[in-house]
C-alpha cells in the first residue's frame, strides 16, 4: 500500500546550522538568531530543527526543503557552495522515512554536478525559488536547470525565494500574505506562458497552491489570456490552506494536481475535510504521481 506524503517540510541540518554560523553576511546565524538581507532578525526554535523530535509527529514519507527565502541559491558560487554541500549532504543522515529536495546554485550552475546529486537515492527532485522564474524570460534561463531534472525523470518544487525590502514594523506573516504570494503567482504565470514548450516532460509543483493564481483564471480571460487545458504535469501544493482555498482549486483545476505539504514547522498539517476520496487523492494518490509519475 502506498504512503501518506509530505512533499514540503523545513529542517536544517547541523551542518548547515554551521555553516550559516560561520558567515557574517546575510544568510548568517548568530547563536540561533536568523539575519536576512531587508527582514528583522528572526529567532528560530532549535527544537524545529532537532531530527528525532521531528520524526516522531510523522507518519509517512516526509520531504525536506531547504529555505529558498534564505537567498543560498542565487548567493556568489565561493558562498553557495559550502551551504549547499551541507544541505545536500544531510541525504547520507536521514532515516528511511525522509527524503531531500536538492537545491541548485543559480549563479554559474554546476548542470553536471546537479545531475549527479539528483542520482542520491534520497533525493526526490529539485526546488527552485520562485524568484528564478517570474518571467517567461527567466523561466526561459532557468530552462537548463530544470532540463537536468526532466531527463533525470524527477519534479521540479517552486517555493518562495527571498522577500527582501521588507519594513521592520510589519506583523512576522507580512512576507508569506505578500511577497510569497506574489512570487508564486508570477512564477506560475510564467510557466503558464512558456513552460511546457521549454520543458515537455517535466512534472512540476507549485508550493501554497501557486499563489491561488488559477483561481484568477475569469480575470485572465478578460484582458487577453486563456487558461486553457489542464496540465496533467502541473501540480499544486496545498501549504498554510484549508477547506475553502482547496475546494475552490479543485473546482478549477480538478483534483488530480493536488498534493499535501505542510511547511512544518512554519505551519501544520491540514485536512481539508472534503470526503475520504479527495482526502486519499492528496495526501497519497497524486505526491506519488508527481513523485514517480506512475498510476495514482
Same mark, same amino acid.
Given at each position: 500500500?502506498? #504512503? ?11 551542518? *548547515?546550522v ?5 558567515? #557574517?553576511?546575510?544568510?548568517?546565524? /548568530?547563536?540561533?538568531?536568523?539575519h536576512?538581507?531587508? &527582514? ?22 516526509? @520531504?525536506?526543503? *531547504?529555505?529558498? !527565502? ?15 554541500? +551541507?544541505?545536500?549532504?544531510?541525504? &547520507?543522515?536521514?532515516?528511511a ?7 541548485p546554485?543559480?549563479?554559474?550552475? $554546476?548542470? $553536471? ?16 525559488p ?5 518571467t !517567461?524570460?527567466?523561466?526561459?534561463? *532557468?530552462a537548463?536547470?530544470?532540463?537536468? %531534472?526532466q531527463?533525470? $525523470? ?12 521588507q ?26 506562458v512558456a513552460?511546457?514548450?521549454?520543458l515537455?516532460?517535466? #512534472?512540476? %509543483?507549485?508550493?501554497? @497552491? ?6 484568477h483564471h475569469?480575470?485572465? %480571460? ?8 489542464? $496540465? ?9 490552506y484549508? =477547506?475553502?482555498?482547496? /475546494?475552490?482549486?479543485? #473546482?478549477?483545476?480538478?483534483?488530480? !494536481? ?11 498539517? =491540514? /485536512? !481539508?475535510?472534503?470526503?475520504? +476520496? ?13 513523485? =514517480?509519475?506512475?498510476?495514482?
Amino acid at each position: 500500500m502506498k #504512503r501518506q506524503v509530505d512533499v514540503h517540510q523545513h529542517l536544517w541540518p547541523p551542518a *548547515l546550522v554551521e555553516e550559516l554560523r560561520r558567515r #557574517r553576511q546575510p544568510p548568517y546565524l /548568530d547563536g540561533w538568531v536568523l539575519h536576512l538581507d531587508g &527582514e528583522p532578525p528572526y529567532s528560530v526554535d532549535p527544537a524545529d530543527h532537532d531530527l528525532t523530535r521531528r520524526a516522531a509527529q510523522e507518519d509517512g514519507l516526509v @520531504l525536506l526543503s *531547504l529555505s529558498s !527565502p534564505l537567498g543560498i541559491e542565487s548567493l556568489a558560487p565561493a558562498e553557495a557552495h559550502g551551504l549547499l554541500d +551541507a544541505w545536500h549532504g544531510f541525504a &547520507e543522515h536521514l532515516p528511511a522515512d525522509y527524503g531531500l529536495w536538492a537545491a541548485p546554485a543559480l549563479v554559474e550552475p $554546476d548542470l $553536471d554536478g546537479l545531475a549527479k546529486t539528483l542520482a542520491h537515492d534520497r533525493i526526490h527532485g529539485l526546488q527552485v525559488p520562485a524568484t528564478a522564474l517570474t518571467t !517567461p524570460s527567466a523561466l526561459e534561463a *532557468l530552462a537548463p536547470v530544470l532540463d537536468i %531534472a526532466q531527463q533525470a $525523470d524527477l519534479p521540479v518544487l517552486v517555493h518562495p525565494g527571498p522577500a527582501a525590502g521588507q519594513a521592520s514594523d510589519l506583523p512576522v506573516w507580512w512576507p508569506a500574505l505578500t511577497s510569497y504570494v506574489a512570487q508564486q503567482s508570477a512564477a506560475w504565470h510564467s510557466w503558464h506562458v512558456a513552460g511546457r514548450s521549454l520543458l515537455p516532460t517535466l #512534472r512540476i %509543483a507549485f508550493v501554497a @497552491l501557486a499563489g491561488l493564481a488559477p483561481l484568477h483564471h475569469e480575470r485572465l %480571460a478578460q484582458r487577453g489570456g486563456s487558461l486553457g487545458a489542464v $496540465d496533467r504535469h502541473v501540480y499544486y501544493e496545498t501549504s498554510s490552506y484549508g =477547506t475553502q482555498a482547496i /475546494d475552490a482549486m479543485s #473546482r478549477v483545476v480538478g483534483v488530480d !494536481p493536488l498534493v499535501n505539504g505542510s511547511d512544518r514547522p512554519y505551519a501544520e498539517p =491540514t /485536512d !481539508p475535510g472534503l470526503g475520504e +476520496a479527495l482526502g486519499r487523492a492528496i495526501f497519497v494518490a497524486n505526491p506519488h504521481h508527481l513523485l =514517480t509519475g506512475g498510476d495514482r
